[in-house]
């Protein structure tokens, strides 16, 4: 018994020891990170480490508004990439009922990964106005992308309170308007949480109004198209060839997607550009070894998802389908009419594959799956037997 204790105390030093080579930066909302903004550079914010497992912060003087969500995580060894908590794409909130100087005290334990701040009211304080500004996407319409410090998107107080931005006569593509408003040109205040989106059904000048109401947080864009636009557009293939797997249902072939398309649903591949024929654009693949299963695909406008058209021409519909029902050699077709939005994929075989297997796969009962290989008897999954498609069991 007295080894064994011995063991876990020995153990328990040796966690300890590798805790205290580690340092944990606490990075957030400026307010409570000493002016630092999700800054995990910022020396001034690293956990102070007590010895034992856990680590501690606390910083005074912060001024906290009523209500407002203050976000926080900690990073290991100011890396992303060595640790953080909680998880990417995860924060954690602070939240303060009136509003007044606090001060804040983060602790965290690095072994059970358990991570809190406490904010104790020291002194009032007053929060006076701020800026508000629309910070988000196309670049078309607000000039730089998600640009929180752009003062060419400050938005305007009005007669209520509520704050406006203007913009006239902006020529925007099909796809969709997305954006936040910031407050006093940073992202530490930020609405609406996820970004708001609206979209643009058609190619035109606009003017376009975006609205906030900073008691509500509500936020509101009302884009009026006032004229056509003709906006020169690039057209691309997106797409995978799908096989059947053993739950009978169709899912990306690696393989065979390579050799129709290079990567799969990849908006940025230039390799599978489409080029123009009279009114429509085209792309063909020649000579290009498929297996039973389905050409799934879909046409996208200037490598992007903001434009995108599937079946009968829908936008951001379900995609195109072209099945191959045999094995073998073929030419392979896509044709995008832009007019109507139609995308036609017509393969041509021109040599035969699975069908034309040697004898004893008919007179021996020898099986192939559907990429034209041969399998064991043990193989699940959809075979070839006999010159017969079969689902073993």
């Excluded at 995580?73 to 990417?88: F, L, M, R, T």
């Excluded at 100087?101 to 009032?124: C, H, I, P, R």
């Excluded at 169709?250 to 065979?256: G, S």
């Amino acid at each position: 018994m007295k080894k064994i204790f011995t063991l876990m105390l020995l153990s328990a030093m040796t966690t300890v020891g590798m805790l205290a080579q580690d340092t944990w930066t606490v990075v957030g909302s400026a307010e409570i990170c000493n002016g630092k903004e999700w800054d995990k550079d910022a020396t001034e914010n690293d956990m102070t480490f007590d010895g034992e497992m856990n680590y501690t912060l606390v910083r005074e003087g912060c001024v906290l508004e009523a209500g407002r969500e203050y976000q926080y995580k900690v990073v290991k060894n100011h890396d992303y990439a060595q640790g953080e908590y909680p998880g990417s794409m995860q924060n954690k909130i602070l939240k303060v009922n009136s509003t007044g100087t606090y001060t804040v005290t983060f602790s965290f334990n690095a072994v059970y990964m358990d991570l809190d701040a406490d904010a104790q009211k020291t002194g009032e304080a007053v929060i006076g106005d701020k800026s508000w500004t629309v910070a988000g996407v196309p670049a078309a319409l607000l000039g730089t992308e998600w640009d929180s410090a752009n003062t060419d998107n400050d938005m305007e107080k009005q007669g209520d309170g509520t704050y406006k931005l203007e913009k006239k006569g902006v020529t925007l593509s099909i796809g969709s308007i997305q954006y936040k408003v910031c407050a006093n040109h940073g992202w530490s205040e930020a609405y609406p949480s996820s970004n708001a989106v609206c979209p643009i059904s058609e190619d035109g000048v606009y003017d376009v109004t975006f609205t906030f109401n900073p008691e509500t947080k509500d936020v509101a864009v009302q884009p009026v198209k006032q004229g056509s636009a003709v906006i020169e557009k690039s057209y691309s293939l997106v797409g995978a060839f799908q096989v059947l797997d053993d739950n009978n249902e169709y899912v990306d072939n690696d393989e065979a997607t390579t050799t129709l398309f290079g990567t799969k649903w990849d908006v940025a591949s230039t390799s599978n550009d489409m080029w123009q024929d009279g009114d429509n654009y085209v792309f063909e693949k020649t000579s290009i070894t498929l297996p039973v299963g389905q050409i799934a695909c879909k046409v996208v406008a200037n490598h992007s998802w903001d434009e995108n058209y599937g079946a009968d021409g829908v936008m951001d519909g379900s995609n195109v389908i072209a099945t191959i029902t045999q094995a073998g050699v073929y030419n392979v077709k896509f044709t995008f009419t832009p007019a109507t939005k139609i995308l036609t994929v017509v393969p041509t075989m021109t040599a035969a594959g699975i069908s034309n297997v040697a004898a004893d796969a008919i007179l021996n009962d020898v099986r192939y799956n559907l990429a034209g290989q041969r399998v064991s008897d043990t193989y699940k999954g959809v075979v070839i037997m006999n010159g017969k498609k079969l689902a073993t069991p």
